[in-house]
């Protein structure tokens, strides 16, 4: 059966290790293939003939409202400074299990601020070498638990669920615990990168500091395959 079309609500993308938030819009590799003239004096038919060529992974635009405090438009504006090649990574909606990887540096990155509109921002982003589309997805996790008194996970956990909150917490902090076997996965805690976690192993502890709540991000990963992304709220009670 044809699968149906899928809103872009959910995809993210990824210099490094941290997300860029706060985005309207996200681009994607554009790959063009060179052609190269291999037509001689004998060429069947009097046509022109031709092989490919080098491909052109093109560039892609980013924009959104610009946010001085998100660590991935930070870093942004600070791999346009450094001029250096990074890491990019965009993933799609889970139920479309389907992402980009590629390498890249930053060539523009503009701030625009107009009467009666939010403070924006957009970037260009020059791919270099070879982008990679998964069409696959991951398996995904098969388990998921937090520790932090008073805290309940809701909904109880499924592994076709991918959004979680964790509420009425009355300790200090929280751990996480993921199992997903044969999976690189990954914790981010507010859109930064904390720590990659063991199947089966807690995180470290995540702290609620000064806030009463935090957002935990999580994804499981397998070499070859579309990521898949796992958000819980973690909320203290007050």
Known sequence: MTKRAVRSVGTVIRIGTNAIGDLSSIGSPSITQEEIDVTTLDSEGGFREFI???KDPGELNISGFFVPSDVGQVAVYE???SGEVQDFEIIYPPQLGASWSFQGFVSSFTITAETEEAIG??????????STLNFSSSA???GLSLTGDGGILSPAFDAG???YTFAGVTDDYVTVTVTAPNQTIKLYVDGKFQEN???GQASSVIPFDTA???KLTIIANESGKAPVVYEVVVVKSV
């Open 52 to 54: 490919a060529g080098f």
């Open 79 to 81: 791999a346009l400074e």
């Open 121 to 130: 921002f957009e970037a260009t982003i020059r791919v270099s070498g070879k």
């Open 140 to 142: 995904g996790i098969s």
């Open 161 to 163: 669920t991918n959004y």
């Open 197 to 199: 976690l063991t199947s």
């Open 212 to 214: 009463s709540s935090r």
